[in-house]
């Protein structure tokens, strides 16, 4: 049994696939551009600020993981740099416009990952199987 809060993280991190954590920092930078759209429309700057940073970390981050040996890394280093700009000019113009082009990408990949995720597991099978 599990006890304490410490041993169930360790426990959950054992379990998280690469996969896996992709989705929840993709979760994430959606749920944070909601939060800043959220700052825009109730006039809390420094609420949308936040989270337009937090947003942006993420995205950079994507960008900084990319395994460059894969033709489509460069599309996606460019699909990352586009969003990239949109955080930054919609949190610098309060231009929800922007925001929320973003976060159209940002759902459209996280689902494209959640089918890759549900199809990795099969292949690593067969390929062990086959």
Do not use: C
Not at 13 to 40: C, E, H, K, N
């Amino acid at each position: 049994m599990i006890s304490s809060p410490y041993e169930k993280y360790r426990q959950n991190a054992v379990q998280t696939s690469p996969g896996q954590l992709l989705i929840m920092l993709y979760d994430g930078a959606i749920r944070f551009t909601l939060a800043a759209i959220d700052g825009i429309n109730q006039k809390d700057y420094a609420k949308s600020n936040t989270n337009f940073g937090k947003a942006q970390a993420i995205v950079s981050e994507f960008r900084a993981s990319l395994d460059r040996s894969y033709e489509v890394a460069e599309n996606l280093d460019r699909l990352y740099e586009y969003m990239g700009y949109l955080l930054i000019q919609a949190n610098i113009k309060k231009d929800v416009a922007s925001a929320e082009e973003a976060l159209g990408y940002l759902k459209d990949l996280r689902e494209t990952w959640v089918e890759a995720n549900k199809l990795a597991p099969a292949a690593v099978s067969e390929a062990k199987h086959g």
